[in-house]
C-alpha cells in the first residue's frame, strides 16, 4: 500500500481508537479556532495526496509535499496576513491557514490549479507549482534553498526604515513583522548563514528589524540526516537574534511560541528565531523513493508522529468526539474530489508568449518630480560641486554629480553597499552622498554581497528605489542567484503581482593598470546577458553615464524593473583623448530632461566605409583609432551600443546598414561576449562584410601584462585595415 493511505488509514484507527499523542493542557485558542486549524491541516495533507494521484494520471506536475509540517499553521494563526511570509516550499498549510483569515479565498481550488499548472492559478498563471498569494501577502518562491531568507531580511529593513524614509507605496501596519521560513537542511548553505548573520550584525547595532525566521526542522535534508543537536546548538548561538523552540508538530505549541515571539518582535522590532520540530511524511518530492534511503523502522517512526494526531488529541481534550474529527478530515476531501473535474479541465500555457508575457512586470503610477531646482542644489551641492555642474569633467564626477541630483530628486531611492557611505566608494562615486543625505539613504553594509543584494531586493518590494553597490564585477559571483533565482523571477512567478525594481551598480571590465589581477579586472558579462528581463548598460564616457542613470531609476521607479549598470573602471578618471591634456574625453553635464532611452545607441562619425561597433572601454579605444583610420582614407563611424540587454537591434541595424564594413570591438572574452550575438546579428540581417575583435578567453593579469589579453588601439586599427582593404 501506498505510504499516503497507510498514514491516512493510520490517522483514523488512532482517533477512533484514542491513540493519540499526550498534549499540554491550557492555550489560548477557542474550540473554534482548533476546527479551523485541522480543517486547515486537513486540507493541506489531503492536497498532498490528491497530487501524487493526479501525477499518475498525468494530470498534475512536479510538486512538494508539506505533509508533517502542518504545524505551521498554528504560525500562521499566531501572525497577521499584514505581515508578509516568504515560505519554505512545504508550508502548504500555513497558506491554507492565513486564507482562513481573509475573506474571499478558496485554497482547495487555487492549490489544485498550481498542481495542473492551468493558466487559472491566480498566482503564477501555470509557470509553476507555487505558494503564493497577493491577497495573502506572500510572494513566490520557487526553490527556497535559502535563497529567499536574504531578502526577507531587507524586506524586515524595510518595515523598519519607512519611519525615516517614505517609500513610494506604503500600506502595512506600523507594526508588522516578515515571517521567513526554512528547512534544517537549507540551513547549512551559505545564504542561510549569510542571511542569519546579517540580521544579527543589523540587530547588534540597535537598527529596527522585525523578522521571524522560523527552521522547521525534520531531521534530514532528502536523504542526509541533519546531525543530532546541530541545528539548535547552530541557532541558539545566534548574537542579535532571539531563540525560541517548539514542537512543531503540535499545532497549539507552535501557536503559543510563535504568538510570543511575535508579540516580542513587535514590541522590540528585534528580529527572531523560531526552531520548530517537525516530521517528514512521504519522502522528499515527486518521484523520490524514501525506503532507498531510509529504514522502515525510520519512516515508521516518522509517522507516528502525524501532526494531525496531535491537534485531533487537542479536540478531544476540547470534548470533539471521534467521529467528529474524522468527518471533518474526510470533508476536506470530498471538498477536493468535487473540485478535480473542473480544475483539470482549466486551460493550459501552449506558447511561447503566454509564457513569457510576465517577464517584464507591470508598472507603476508614480507623479514624476520636476528637476532639482537652483535652491534645491544650492542646499545640496557644495561650490565645487555646483562649478563642476559647468565645466567638462571626467566620468567618475558626472556619475557622483547625476547620483546626487537623482536622490535629490526621488527620497525613495536608496544606496547601499560596501564602503559606500563615509568613504564614498572605492573609486569615490558616492563619496559626500551620505553626508547630504543621511545614512538611512545611504546604507554602509557588511561585506557579503549575497546580503547586499538580498536588502535591495527587500526593499524595492516594499516600494523604495534601491540602488545597491557591488563592489567589482568579480564579487557578483559570490550572489549571482540573488539576482537570476530571485529578483528576475518574481514578476515572471506571480505573473507580474510582484516586483523588486533596483538600479545595481557595478564597477568592473579591464584595463586597470597594475591593480587587482582578475578579481578586479573581470570582463565577461556573460553571466548577467542571459538572465531574462534584466537590463544592462556599460556606458563608456560621463555625459553617456548620466542619461543612462536618469533612464535606469526611471526604469526601475515607474516600470519595476531590475537594471545593472557596469561602470568601466578604467575609464572613471579619463580625461584626455589623443595627447595628454586634450581634455577630449570629458563631457559637459546633460540638460535636466536629457536622457538615454532603450532603443536607442550612441554614435560617433558619420564615415560609410567602416562602422564599428562597441561599447565601454572599446568605445574608447575605437574612437582612439578612428584618428588612424581617417588618416589612411578610411569613413568610420562609430556605434556605441550603450545598453548591452535589451540590444537596440532595430537602432543598430539603423545605424550600420549603409556602411560597406562593420567592425565588432569586444572588451569581453572571445566565448560567451557579446560579440556572439553581435555577428549573428549582423548576419542575419545581411550586414557585412563583418569581423570581430574581442578580448582572449583569459583571466587578466597584473602588473605590465594588465591589457596584453584584452583588444588594443593598435588591434582595433590593424583589424579595420584587414576587412576594408580585404583578406579579413
Request: charged share 20%; proline share 6%.
Amino acid at each position: 500500500m501506498d505510504r499516503t493511505e497507510i498514514v491516512d488509514k493510520a490517522l483514523r484507527t488512532r482517533v477512533a481508537g484514542g491513540d493519540l499523542p499526550d498534549v499540554a493542557p491550557g492555550h489560548d485558542l477557542s474550540l473554534d479556532a482548533l476546527r479551523g486549524l485541522f480543517r486547515a491541516q486537513s486540507l493541506s495533507r489531503h492536497l498532498d495526496r490528491m497530487a501524487r494521484q493526479l501525477q499518475a494520471k498525468g494530470q498534475a506536475f512536479y510538486t512538494i509535499g508539506s505533509s508533517g509540517h502542518e504545524g505551521i499553521a498554528g504560525v500562521a494563526h499566531a501572525l497577521r496576513p499584514t505581515d508578509p511570509a516568504y515560505l519554505h516550499y512545504r508550508d502548504g498549510a500555513f497558506q491554507i491557514a492565513r486564507a482562513d483569515q481573509v475573506p474571499g479565498q478558496d485554497m482547495a481550488r487555487d492549490m489544485l490549479l498550481s498542481f495542473a499548472s492551468s493558466s487559472d492559478d491566480p498566482i503564477s498563471c501555470g509557470r509553476h507549482k507555487v505558494l503564493g498569494s497577493r491577497a495573502l501577502n506572500i510572494p513566490p518562491q520557487t526553490s527556497t534553498i535559502a535563497s529567499h531568507l536574504p531578502k526577507a531580511v531587507g524586506a524586515a529593513y524595510a518595515l523598519g526604515l519607512r519611519r525615516r524614509v517614505r517609500p513610494l507605496e506604503d500600506d502595512a501596519p506600523e507594526d508588522a513583522l516578515v515571517m521567513c521560513s526554512f528547512g534544517d537542511a537549507s540551513l547549512n548553505h551559505s545564504t542561510a548563514q549569510g542571511a542569519l548573520n546579517t540580521a544579527g550584525w543589523t540587530a547588534w547595532q540597535g537598527v529596527p528589524l522585525p523578522l521571524l525566521f522560523v527552521c522547521e526542522d525534520n531531521g534530514i535534508g532528502i536523504s542526509v540526516p541533519s546531525p543530532k543537536g546541530w541545528v539548535a546548538a547552530v541557532l541558539q548561538g545566534r548574537p542579535g537574534l532571539d531563540y525560541h523552540a517548539a514542537d512543531g508538530r503540535d499545532v497549539v505549541a507552535a501557536y503559543t511560541v510563535a504568538r510570543q515571539a511575535a508579540d516580542a518582535i513587535r514590541r522590540t522590532r528585534r528580529p527572531a528565531i523560531l526552531h520548530l520540530t517537525c516530521a517528514r511524511l512521504f519522502g522528499h518530492a515527486g518521484a523520490d523513493v524514501e525506503a532507498t534511503y531510509r529504514s522502515q523502522a525510520e519512516i515508521e517512526a516518522a509517522e507516528a508522529q502525524d501532526p494531525l494526531l496531535f491537534t485531533a488529541a487537542h479536540l478531544r481534550a476540547q470534548g470533539v468526539s471521534a467521529d467528529e474529527i474524522v468527518a471533518e478530515y474526510d470533508a476536506q476531501w470530498v471538498r477536493l474530489e468535487a473540485e478535480v473535474p473542473g480544475v483539470v479541465a482549466r486551460p493550459k500555457l501552449r506558447s511561447a508568449a503566454e509564457v513569457a508575457a510576465s517577464l517584464i512586470p507591470p508598472g507603476r503610477d508614480v507623479l514624476r518630480p520636476n528637476a532639482p531646482s537652483t535652491d534645491d542644489r544650492a542646499a545640496c551641492f557644495g561650490e565645487a560641486d555646483l562649478r563642476a555642474l559647468d565645466s567638462p569633467q571626467p566620468m567618475n564626477k558626472l556619475i557622483n554629480l547625476c547620483l546626487t541630483d537623482l536622490m535629490l530628486r526621488h527620497p525613495e531611492i536608496v544606496a547601499m553597499g560596501e564602503d559606500v557611505g563615509r568613504k564614498g566608494g572605492v573609486y569615490g562615486i558616492t563619496r559626500g552622498l551620505q553626508g547630504r543625505f543621511g545614512r538611512h539613504r545611504v546604507i554602509d553594509t557588511l561585506l557579503d554581497e549575497q546580503s547586499i543584494l538580498g536588502l535591495a531586493i527587500g526593499l524595492g518590494q516594499a516600494g523604495y528605489v534601491p540602488m545597491p553597490e557591488i563592489q567589482f564585477l568579480a564579487y557578483l559571483h559570490n550572489a549571482e542567484d540573488q539576482l537570476r533565482g530571485e529578483a528576475a523571477t518574481l514578476p515572471f512567478f506571480s505573473n507580474g503581482q510582484f516586483a523588486n525594481p533596483m538600479v545595481l551598480r557595478i564597477a568592473g571590465l579591464g584595463y586597470q593598470r597594475g591593480f587587482g589581477g582578475h578579481f578586479h579586472n573581470d570582463n565577461s558579462l556573460a553571466v548577467l546577458r542571459d538572465i531574462p528581463g534584466l537590463i544592462i548598460g556599460v556606458p563608456s564616457n560621463g555625459y553617456d553615464a548620466v542619461l543612462m542613470y536618469r533612464e535606469a531609476v526611471r526604469l526601475a521607479r515607474d516600470e519595476n524593473r531590475v537594471v545593472v549598470m557596469v561602470e568601466p573602471i578604467a575609464l572613471y578618471p579619463m580625461r584626455d583623448l589623443h595627447e595628454e591634456g586634450d581634455g577630449l574625453w570629458m563631457r559637459r553635464y546633460p540638460e535636466a530632461e536629457e536622457h538615454a532611452p532603450l532603443g536607442q545607441v550612441g554614435l560617433r562619425g558619420d564615415g560609410r566605409d567602416l562602422a564599428i561597433v562597441t561599447y565601454g572601454n572599446g568605445s574608447y579605444l575605437s574612437a582612439k583609432a578612428l584618428k588612424t583610420l581617417e588618416e589612411s582614407g578610411i569613413g568610420t563611424r562609430i556605434v556605441d551600443l550603450r545598453w548591452i540587454a535589451p540590444l537596440a537591434q532595430e537602432a543598430l541595424i539603423d545605424a550600420v546598414k549603409d556602411c560597406a564594413h562593420v567592425l565588432v570591438v569586444d572588451e569581453c572574452r572571445r566565448t560567451g561576449s557579446q560579440s556572439e550575438a553581435l555577428m549573428t546579428l549582423l548576419q542575419e540581417h545581411g550586414i557585412g562584410p563583418a569581423a570581430r575583435v574581442t578580448a582572449e578567453d583569459c583571466f587578466i593579469a597584473t602588473g605590465p601584462a594588465y591589457a596584453a589579453t584584452l583588444p588594443s588601439v593598435e588591434g582595433i586599427a590593424a583589424a579595420a585595415l584587414r576587412l576594408v582593404r580585404g583578406g579579413a
